[in-house]
């Protein structure tokens, strides 16, 4: 799932939890912005792919 994911993403991915039917997926801090994508567009159409909910945050 890591390696889909960082593909359809294109950033580099820290790591990846499962919380209940979604996902929690950390992203350097500088590239938060290119994850989420414009108006959510990448995140957005991830989430259609995969059929769960996906929330970025900051790795430390």
Do not use: F
Request: charged fraction near 30%; hydrophobic fraction near 40%.
């Amino acid at each position: 799932m890591s390696e889909k994911l960082k593909q359809m993403l294109n950033v580099p991915i820290s790591k990846v939890e499962e919380q209940g039917d979604g996902l929690v997926v950390y992203v350097p801090k500088e590239q938060i912005a290119r994850a989420i994508g414009a108006g959510g567009s990448v995140i957005r159409s991830a989430e259609l792919i995969l059929k769960r909910k996906i929330t970025i945050k900051e790795s430390t």
